[in-house]
Structure formats: structure tokens, C-alpha cells
């Protein structure tokens, strides 16, 4: 029963950000602007750095991402996200589920997730496949209105180890090995 409730609330998310792709970068890109204008003091991307951006949405992170490295793969579960990011760039995106990642153990030096983990409904699996395909470090940012931001942090010391964390206005956003 319980796998079929996942479903459901996998499913109903993506319907709502399907619904609103059109809309997203109008609504959201001077949020995620200021969250990746944080996020850069955090960790260095070098111009040879491969790097996976979970939960990519309409790719307005992952443009400014792919000005620095070498390659980024984008993903989101999100189809019409997906569809809306392609028309604004030639970026390498794909639909794909975060809890199982199609890629290959340590495809990339590092991994991005902008306010994603706290969509996801089995965290320790998404968890397990962020650090199944990252050699390096992930930075990952989660809400701070989040009800359960406590069990979240605990997961992610259970897969990591936080190295930084800083509060931004909406979302803490953490750097982990």
C-alpha cells in the first residue's frame, strides 16, 4: 500500500510542475539566482569538473553551472520542465527518476540539487544514488519551511559528511563529501 502512496505522490507532483513549466522561470529565477549566488561560495567548480544537476527544472541554474565546467548532465523528473529547458539551451538534459539515477557508479566529479530532496518521496534512495554517481562533492539546498528538515539533515549525515552549511533566506544549502 505504501508503494502505491508513493506513486501517487510522485505522480502529483509531477503533474504540478508539468502544469507550471511554462511559468517557472517568470515565477522562480530570481529565487534560484540568489540560492546560486550563495551556493558558489561554497564550493569551486573547476573548468574541467563533470557535473550532475538533479532536479534541474528549466535549467536556469544549469546554464550559468555549464559556463564554468567541462559537461553537466541535467535531470528532472518533470517532462515539460525538461521540454522548456531544451528550448533555452543545447545543455544535455533527460528525464529521469532521482532514486534511480542512469548512470554509472562515479560518473561525476560533482552533483547540484536545488530545492529537490524535500519532493522526493524516498530521500534514502535518492540519497544513495547521489552518492553512487558523484566522485566528489554534492551541494544540495532544502527548504527551510520544510516540516521535517530534521530527519532530512539526518539523512543526509547518514550518506555524507556536511562539510558547510549556510542559511540563506528560503533554504539551507549544504556542502557534502
Known amino acids: 500500500m505504501s508503494n502505491l502512496l508513493n506513486l501517487t505522490e510522485s505522480l502529483l507532483f509531477m503533474k504540478y510542475y508539468d502544469a507550471i513549466a511554462e511559468g517557472y522561470n517568470e515565477l522562480y529565477s530570481e529565487e ?10 561554497l564550493i569551486e567548480f573547476k573548468p574541467t569538473d563533470k ?3 538533479v532536479g534541474c527544472g528549466t535549467g536556469i541554474i544549469t546554464v550559468l553551472l555549464a559556463e564554468k565546467v567541462a559537461s553537466v548532465k541535467a ?5 515539460s520542465m525538461i521540454e522548456n529547458a531544451k528550448r533555452l539551451n543545447n545543455i544535455n538534459y533527460q528525464v529521469a527518476d532521482t532514486t534511480e539515477l542512469p548512470f554509472k557508479d562515479k560518473s561525476f566529479d560533482k552533483t547540484v540539487s536545488f530545492t529537490v530532496l524535500q519532493d522526493i518521496k524516498d530521500q534514502d534512495a535518492a540519497l544513495k544514488e547521489i552518492k553512487r554517481v558523484t566522485k566528489g562533492e554534492v551541494l544540495l539546498t532544502i527548504l527551510k519551511r520544510n516540516k521535517n528538515l ?12 556536511i562539510k558547510k552549511t549556510i542559511e540563506e533566506e528560503k533554504d539551507f544549502i549544504f556542502l557534502l563529501s
Request: cysteine-free; overall charge positive.
Open 32 to 41: 534560484q539566482l540568489k540560492k546560486w549566488n550563495a551556493a558558489k561560495r
Open 51 to 53: 557535473v550532475l544537476d
Open 75 to 79: 535531470i528532472d523528473s518533470s517532462k
Open 150 to 161: 530534521e530527519k532530512v539533515k539526518e539523512k543526509l549525515s547518514k550518506y555524507f559528511v
